[in-house]
């Protein structure tokens, strides 16, 4: 399967703390995007990161990329209970929109 | 305004029938994506089209027949509906071939239960 993993699956953090999820795939890719989705509604594009790129950040968002570990990482900081939804890293190998996603994370910020 | 919409959110129907779900965006773009969410929460994409050209065509049963009337919409047409084709189905566009044209822009889904 070409699917991505995240990890962990779910994750229950306290607003204010800090929450970090690991995406891990299996090719080589151009980029990988980050992408939330609340419940019952569609994916929102949060940031995207270049495959010669190592860091990222976009407001209380940072992703790093590891290309020779085929990892990556978001880092959401001092959450807020608005944050709790769906988190998916997705990969572009062919810059046609055919995104391979990640199973996602769960996020709960408890206020 | 809503950048990319489909109706209906909710398709209720029997096995066996035929059901469309319509896609329409106003964001300009020139490609867009039928993906399907299964029940636990895989996405997968299905189709892609653009500028009303087929360009990606997964392996998806041929009961499924995508649509695309002119760029800013692009329909799904079920045929004979199976219980697996239960799930959430999600449109989305991009413009690909700007600056930052990876970037999908989804719309709220569309739930099928097949009963």
């Known amino acids: 399967s070409q699917q991505g993993e995240e990890d962990p699956q779910a994750l229950s953090i306290q607003e204010g703390e800090n929450a970090t999820m690991n995406c891990s795939y299996k090719t080589s890719i151009n980029n990988l995007q980050w992408y939330r989705q609340n419940s019952g509604r569609g994916l929102v594009h949060l940031i995207l990161?270049?495959?010669?790129?190592r860091e990222k950040h976009s407001g209380r968002l940072r992703v790093t990329l590891d290309t020779s570990k085929k990892s990556s990482s978001l880092l959401i900081t001092a959450s807020r209970a608005a944050d709790t939804a769906s988190y998916f890293c997705?990969?572009?190998?062919?810059?046609?929109?055919?995104?391979?996603f990640g199973q996602g994370t769960t996020l709960q910020v408890k206020p | 305004d809503t950048a990319v919409s489909q109706t209906p959110k909710y398709l209720v129907t029997q096995m066996g029938n035929d059901k469309s779900i319509k896609c329409e965006q106003n964001l300009g773009h020139d490609t867009m994506y039928w993906y399907k969410q299964d029940s636990k929460k895989f996405l997968k994409i299905m189709f892609s089209?653009?500028?009303?050209?087929?360009?990606i065509n997964e392996t998806v049963p041929n009961r499924f027949s995508p649509k695309s009337p002119d760029k800013a919409h692009l329909n799904l047409h079920i045929n004979s509906l199976e219980l697996g084709d239960s799930a959430v189905y999600f449109c989305a566009s991009s413009h690909i071939w700007t600056e930052d044209g990876e970037k999908l822009f989804f719309g709220s889904g569309t739930q099928l239960s097949v009963l």
């Open positions: 997705a990969t572009d190998s062919s810059n046609t929109g055919k995104l391979i």
């Open positions: 990161i270049r495959s010669n790129e």
């Open positions: 089209y653009n500028n009303k050209e087929l360009i």
